[in-house]
């Protein structure tokens, strides 16, 4: 099913269906996750649905599940990678002055140096 506000040919679309190439560290049947292509941090890795909307604002209130899932599969791989206990960051940018440039709905991971502050 697509409506207005579901992502079907952004370029994580393309990732997804391997039409271009990524560096995929996880994937299962809700959802891929692939190296950042200009990391912000040693570890960037972005966990995106495969059936996404376009920001978090195009979310149904019913779908707190596909949010979760994004969480918890950030935070199996830091433990699986081993720096769950030094710590790690999860973001999600949503619309211009979010800073978001691709409109598939993702969730940043960052990890391997100290992170203080934002923007
Ligand atoms: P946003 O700014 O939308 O939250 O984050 C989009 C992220 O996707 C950026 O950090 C950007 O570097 C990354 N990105 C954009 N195009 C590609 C791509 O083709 N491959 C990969 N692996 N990452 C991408």
Redesign the pocket.
């Known amino acids: 099913m697509t409506n207005a506000n579901q992502s079907s040919d952004s370029?994580f679309d393309r990732?997804i269906r391997r039409e271009?190439p990524?560096d995929i560290v996880f994937e299962d049947e809700h959802l891929i996750a692939?190296?950042?292509?200009?990391p912000q941090a040693p570890v960037h890795v972005?966990f995106v649905p495969k059936r996404g909307v376009r920001t978090l604002n195009d979310v149904p209130a019913g779908d707190a599940e596909s949010l979760g899932r994004l969480l918890l599969a950030a935070a199996a791989y830091a433990k699986r990678e081993g720096f769950a206990e030094n710590g790690y960051r999860v973001l999600m940018?949503c619309n211009g002055d979010g800073?978001?440039?691709?409109f598939h709905i993702?969730l940043?991971l960052l990890a391997g140096r100290a992170l203080h502050g934002f923007g």
């Open positions: 370029i990732i271009i990524a692939f190296r950042d292509i200009a972005l940018n800073g978001q440039t691709v993702h940043h």
